[in-house]
């Protein structure tokens, strides 16, 4: 109820569309209450308060009357009084009437308004009134709560409840019945007037209306839920959002997208936002209003208020108001749930709400994104945001095909966006762009030419540039985008020319947006001046000059780095540098004594290095850590094993392994100068924390090294890719033969499935046999072991290709395809025909089949940890399928 004209103003339509207008948004219900059976609630509900309003006057001990004419931050046409005219009790039922005021009174009407606030405060329970609403244009009846104590800040960040409010009841609505809806919202979020909302409206069947007749109101509150009922039907469910998070406990978005607190910390003094139970963990206190008009009522239905509806007063009838506490669990209010079937569905009465989504941490992988060269792109739909056209695909003499934006009277703003609600092609998928990796590098270009300027010829053009749904932003002149000459440069695009604009990502992180997951774009004159307008746009892209660097760390090549120097860990000795061949010049020696020593290099400063830890983060899709090696002399232990070590984060984490287990695959040969080469992803899956690589070294095992003299060169930790426009990425699981840690697997039914040849084009491939055990079937990584896939998510896919030799004996048999992360915590189950090629698997045939890593990812797969791929007849059906399955992999679609 309260402060709500900022967020109504811009919603003021009618109520009879599908979408809520008004308080919180959200979808209408209509439902018929006959065909549910509501649950009876639960005994454990205990009655702790109320007030029956049996009495002669209002209870002072309860209620307090508030007193002002401040319009309720609504620009409310009533003065809220203490008069007896305005609110009494009598005959068991509190009265609160809105009447036309005196003449020359501040307001043309009053009104009553009460609260229990510091006498009847509550925190979790079942809150309900019965009542009889007022009727007619303007009028706003309510039963709301709001906090006792702003803990978390001012309005609406330590949110409001509202309970039931009608706005305009019997008035007519757009298609001429009259309003019969209620409400139920949430308020909470980020401080007025960037306050956030969501709720549900409901309506009684037959076209019943609350005018006519007493009928309940109730929420249950609990922690982390509260629901809305009517007359015992539960027509709405809000929840805490829940954030998703990957193997490595990173968030990567939301499994249900309810409310959220923005408040400052205590300790810190940021501002932060929570997506737990706050800010509905606190005491709450009651409320009773009827206000007459305000930006809400006014702006629907006939608008106005009508002042011959409150020539002799309206009044708004509370029978009771109770409140019950859940005895199972005071605490937490949780034990008296009164659901039923769909209370928790969003396609029935769970609402989603409007928190943001907490941005995917960056995979530090740089990469360029094309928005539109010329062919478009799925995923970035052309967008018109308000205007009502649809963005066309022209030919232009000079740059061929590019999109053509027109602009008519209605405001808008134009661009491409990627959120799924906009995204209208079937193989297009909402996928926000992690520019964080290029931020100091990339830049957004694109090239523009206006046809028509707007009919107001001198307004600012802007570019705006938008993540995480709106959460962060940049919006700049375009006219300091402009690539030329300074002396071409005009106040606005030049009329006919096509022209270059290009805003470095520096610049617009500077300016606030959060570069790591843009998901619109947008070029338009300002707002409400571009009517008139027509302009193309081509060559729109996120992008470093010289394709995609990758980080990268040379500890020795020629000489030491001085932040990285060479280290004898416990023997006392100092390595040097001593020349080598003509290949190798200067190399770094170590030499191994009597003392058990390990030998490398290191950044830690207690051991006189720089301090400087790697962050090879970037570099887990394809990364290496490589050096080559030649032994001088070999230990005087003949058996020693040669071991190689890697530390992060002053060894907080480490991975150690034997040289053999390198790539290549080797152990050292005395005299002969050999490269050993790990692949970050491995040492990753190891364990080892790669964003504080601060150790390595290489040595014979811990006292078996004396005698032993070595030399190191080309130290380095870099990516193979760096430079090339685009990194390949991905991983072939399959293909003539499993791949390293991986390996073909029957989940249950006992059998080994083979590897057989097949035609000449696919070779070696992987059988299954299915007998009479039930069972799944495909490739499993090693105990430990899995594949990062996050750096893929925007562009990535599983595919694979699928030979049937003989179907099950069960011929209706469903085709299934599954995928696991790690220790099974996340999986996607679908039928083969889901994938994009829709196909059924057919008897003797190769077929490919593909599924989109964010289709999975969106059905909740944490990509950041796969280890499981299984295609299968499903479950106890299979028996007699043989079936062939290769090129088994995750890549780059």
């Known amino acids: 109820m309260n402060k709500k004209f900022t967020q109504l103003s811009q919603v003021a339509a009618a109520i009879s569309v599908t979408t809520l207008v008004g308080c919180g948004g959200g979808a209408e219900t209509s439902t018929n209450i006959t065909a549910v059976d509501a649950s009876v609630p639960v005994i454990d509900w205990q009655l702790v308060w109320s007030?029956?309003?049996?009495?002669?006057?209002?209870?002072?001990?309860?209620?307090?009357?508030?007193?002002?004419?401040?319009?309720?931050?609504?620009?409310?046409?009533?003065?809220?009084?203490?008069?007896?005219?305005?609110?009494?009790?009598?005959?068991?039922?509190?009265?609160?009437?809105?009447?036309?005021?005196?003449?020359?009174?501040?307001?043309?009407?009053?009104?009553?308004?009460?609260?229990?606030?510091?006498?009847?405060?509550?925190?979790?329970?079942?809150?309900?009134?019965r009542a009889k609403m007022p009727e007619g244009q303007g009028s706003w009846p309510a039963f709301w709560m709001m906090p006792t104590d702003e803990v978390y800040g001012g309005w609406p960040r330590s949110g409001e409840i509202d309970?039931?409010?009608?706005?305009?009841?019997?008035?007519?609505?757009?298609?001429?019945?009259?309003?019969?809806?209620?409400?139920?919202?949430?308020?909470?979020?980020?401080?007025?007037?960037?306050?956030?909302?969501?709720?549900?409206?409901?309506?009684?069947?037959d076209g019943a209306n609350p005018a006519d007749d007493f009928h309940t109101y109730a929420i249950e509150w609990q922690?982390?839920?509260?629901?809305?009922?009517?007359?015992?039907?539960?027509?709405?469910?809000?929840?805490?959002?829940?954030?998703?998070?990957?193997?490595?406990?990173?968030?990567?978005?939301?499994?249900?997208?309810?409310?959220?607190?923005?408040?400052?910390?205590?300790?810190?003094?940021?501002?932060?936002?929570?997506?737990?139970?706050?800010?509905?963990?606190?005491?709450?206190?009651?409320?009773?209003?009827?206000?007459?008009?305000?930006?809400?009522?006014?702006?629907?239905?006939?608008?106005?208020?009508?002042?011959?509806?409150?020539?002799?007063?309206?009044?708004f009838e509370i029978d009771y108001v109770r409140v019950y506490e859940c005895a199972s669990d005071p605490d937490t209010g949780k034990g008296c749930e009164t659901v039923r079937p769909g209370y928790d569905s969003l396609d029935d009465a769970l609402v989603e709400g409007a928190a943001p989504v907490p941005s995917p941490p960056s995979t530090g992988i740089p990469q360029n994104l094309t928005i539109f060269d010329g062919t478009p792109n799925p995923n970035w739909p052309a967008w018109d945001c308000c205007g009502g056209s649809t963005p066309a695909l022209v030919e232009d003499a000079g740059q061929g095909q590019v999109y053509e934006f027109t602009f008519g009277e209605a405001p808008t703003v134009m661009g491409f966006i990627s959120r799924s609600q906009f995204i209208t092609d079937p193989e297009g998928e909402a996928s926000p762009f992690d520019a964080s990796?290029?931020?100091?590098?990339?830049?957004?270009?694109?090239?523009?030419?206006?046809?028509?300027?707007?009919?107001?010829?001198?307004?600012?053009?802007?570019?705006?540039?938008?993540?995480?749904?709106?959460?962060?932003?940049?919006?700049?002149?375009?006219?300091?985008?402009y690539v030329g000459p300074s002396d071409t440069a005009g106040a606005t695009p030049e009329q006919g020319v096509w022209e270059s604009y290009e805003f470095p990502l520096s610049t617009l992180a500077a300016a606030g947006l959060d570069t790591s997951a843009i998901d619109v774009i947008m070029v338009f004159p300002a707002w409400d001046t571009g009517n008139g307008a027509v302009y193309r746009i081509a060559n729109v892209e996120i992008s470093q000059e010289g394709g995609v660097t990758y980080p990268e760390l040379t500890i020795f090549e020629d000489g030491q780095n001085p932040d990285w120097p060479m280290w004898d860990c416990c023997g006392g000795s100092t390595p040097t540098e001593e020349m080598d061949d003509e290949e190798h010049g200067l190399t770094a020696e170590f030499r191994i004594g009597a003392e058990p020593t390990v030998m490398g290099f290191i950044t830690r400063s207690a051991a006189g290095g720089g301090d400087t830890p790697f962050?090879?983060?970037?570099?887990?899709?394809?990364?290496?850590?490589?050096?080559?090696?030649?032994?001088?002399?070999?230990?005087?232990?003949?058996?020693?094993?040669?071991?190689?070590?890697?530390?992060?984060?002053?060894?907080?984490t480490a991975v150690e392994l034997p040289l053999a287990e390198s790539v290549e695959g080797q152990a050292p040969s005395e005299g002969e100068w050999q490269t050993y080469t790990f692949p970050i992803s491995d040492l990753q899956a190891r364990g080892l924390d790669v964003s504080g690589i601060d150790v390595i070294m290489v040595f014979p095992a811990w006292g078996t090294g004396e005698g032993a003299v070595y030399r190191l060169d080309n130290v380095?930790?870099?990516?193979?890719?760096?430079?090339?426009?685009?990194?390949?990425?991905?991983?072939?699981?399959?293909?003539?033969?499993?791949?390293?840690?991986?390996?073909i697997w029957d989940c249950c039914g006992g059998s080994t499935p083979t590897e057989e040849i097949d035609d000449a084009e696919h070779g070696t491939v992987a059988e299954f046999r299915i007998g009479e055990a039930p069972t799944v079937m495909g490739i499993i990584a090693d105990d430990g072991h899995s594949y990062d896939a996050s750096s893929l998510l925007t562009n990535g896919a599983v595919r694979f290709e699928m030979k049937v030799s003989s179907m099950p004996n069960d011929s209706s048999a469903p085709w299934l395809f599954k995928i696991?992360?790690?220790?099974?915590?996340?999986?996607?189950?679908?039928?083969?025909?889901?994938?994009?090629?829709?196909?059924?698997?057919?008897?003797?045939e190769w077929q490919t089949y593909t599924f989109p890593l964010q289709t999975l990812f969106d059905a909740g797969l944490d990509i950041s940890a796969i280890n499981v791929i299984m295609m299968f007849p499903a479950w106890g059906t299979g028996e007699g399928a043989v079936y062939r399955v290769d090129n088994v992999e995750i890549a780059a679609q």
């Open 820 to 844: 696991e992360s790690i220790g099974a915590s996340t999986a996607v189950e679908l039928p083969l025909s889901a994938s994009l090629e829709g196909a059924e698997p057919v008897q003797g």
């Open 223 to 315: 922690e982390g839920e509260i629901r809305w009922y009517m007359d015992g039907y539960l027509y709405a469910t809000q929840r805490r959002s829940e954030v998703r998070y990957n193997a490595n406990g990173d968030a990567t978005g939301l499994t249900h997208r309810g409310w959220y607190a923005e408040y400052y910390e205590q300790g810190t003094g940021e501002l932060t936002t929570h997506w737990d139970n706050a800010p509905f963990d606190q005491e709450f206190y009651l409320i009773l209003n009827l206000a007459v008009g305000g930006s809400w009522p006014e702006a629907v239905n006939e608008t106005g208020i009508d002042a011959d509806a409150f020539a002799t007063g309206q009044t």
């Open 51 to 129: 007030d029956e309003f049996d009495g002669t006057s209002i209870d002072d001990d309860n209620w307090t009357h508030e007193v002002d004419c401040n319009g309720g931050g609504n620009n409310e046409a009533q003065c809220y009084t203490d008069s007896e005219g305005n609110a009494f009790v009598s005959e068991g039922s509190l009265k609160i009437v809105a009447l036309p005021a005196e003449e020359g009174a501040p307001k043309p009407y009053t009104s009553a308004r009460l609260n229990t606030r510091y006498k009847a405060d509550f925190k979790y329970g079942r809150i309900e009134m």
């Open 437 to 481: 990796p290029i931020e100091e590098t990339g830049s957004v270009k694109f090239d523009l030419k206006v046809t028509s300027l707007p009919n107001n010829a001198t307004t600012n053009w802007l570019f705006k540039i938008e993540s995480s749904e709106g959460s962060t932003f940049a919006e700049l002149p375009l006219m300091d985008g």
């Open 716 to 743: 380095k930790i870099y990516h193979p890719d760096s430079g090339a426009e685009t990194p390949a990425g991905g991983i072939t699981l399959f293909a003539d033969t499993a791949a390293e840690q991986w390996r």
């Open 615 to 652: 962050d090879a983060t970037a570099l887990t899709d394809g990364g290496l850590l490589q050096f080559d090696m030649r032994v001088v002399n070999a230990p005087n232990n003949a058996e020693a094993s040669w071991l190689f070590k890697v530390e992060s984060n002053d060894a907080s």
């Open 163 to 205: 309970i039931v409010e009608a706005v305009n009841l019997k008035a007519a609505n757009a298609e001429g019945n009259p309003e019969n809806h209620i409400y139920g919202t949430l308020h909470y979020g980020q401080e007025w007037p960037n306050n956030d909302s969501s709720g549900q409206a409901y309506s009684l069947p």
